[in-house]
């Protein structure tokens, strides 16, 4: 069964550095997200990315975070100078459509973002 | 906005209970409504879903009906296992709107 995929599992980083996670979304689908839970908390939503394009964004999503999808397989998630409060599970999703019946998110396993 | 609320737990119960968990919806729209489960140290896996009012979703002998007239999503399982240990999240999918995520519910099984 197709799934989607993120590297690494666990990175750990200095304040102020940067850092890229990456995401391998299923391959025929069209929408692609990122998540985070700092630990024992809630799923947050960041973005959402369609048509090589930012969709949506929440207010956490700010100046710090950029996405890109840098060819037809790959989809990441830079943070350019990482906080302490950085430090969160991060979850990439991918769906086929964004519309009801084919909305359905599919999460990859996560990488754990420690920023020291 | 859109908001999705759930009973925090921890739920806490013996092999072969039946195990409730509240899920209460508030949307502007038509949701399609999940539920999610976190087993220990891994991600987020989808472990059911409704697209409209009525709709029942089913897997691994969990199950939550769609009600809107209660804008609700409970989920239920007639007889839990100790493998059955996660939390589990509640979920709304409103067209053209991100998922919201109510804020888990760790349930424990006890053998």
């Known amino acids: 069964e197709p799934e989607v995929t993120q590297t690494p599992s666990h990175q750990v980083t200095q304040m102020g550095q940067e850092v890229i996670l990456r995401c391998v979304p299923i391959s025929n689908h069209l929408y692609f997200y990122w998540y985070r839970q700092i630990l024992g908390q809630k799923v947050e939503f960041l973005v959402s990315?369609?048509?090589?394009?930012?969709?949506?964004k929440s207010e956490i999503f700010d100046d710090q975070f950029s996405v890109e999808r840098p060819d037809g397989s790959n989809f990441t998630l830079k943070i350019r100078s990482t906080k302490l409060e950085d430090s969160a599970m991060y979850f990439c999703?991918?769906?086929?459509?964004?519309?009801?019946?084919?909305?359905?998110?599919?999460f990859g396993p996560g990488t754990r973002l420690t920023v020291l | 906005g859109n908001s999705v609320t759930q009973m925090e737990g921890p739920v806490t119960l013996s092999e072969e209970a039946f195990l409730t968990i509240n899920c209460t919806y508030t949307a502007t729209g038509y949701p399609s409504l999940f539920w999610y489960v976190q087993y220990p140290g891994e991600g987020l896996q989808l472990l059911l879903k409704?697209?409209?009012?009525?709709d029942k979703g089913s897997n691994k002998g969990f199950e939550a009906t769609y009600r809107k007239e209660t804008t609700s999503f409970h989920l239920e399982k007639g007889s839990v296992q100790v493998s059955d240990s996660a939390v589990y999240f509640c979920?709304?999918?409103?067209?053209?709107?991100?998922?919201?995520f109510g804020p888990g519910t760790r349930l424990s099984v006890l053998p």
């Open positions: 979920a709304l999918g409103d067209y053209g709107q991100n998922f919201v």
């Open positions: 999703a991918s769906s086929l459509a964004g519309g009801p019946g084919t909305d359905t998110q599919y």
């Open positions: 409704a697209t409209k009012a009525d």
């Open positions: 990315f369609y048509n090589n394009e930012i969709s949506e």
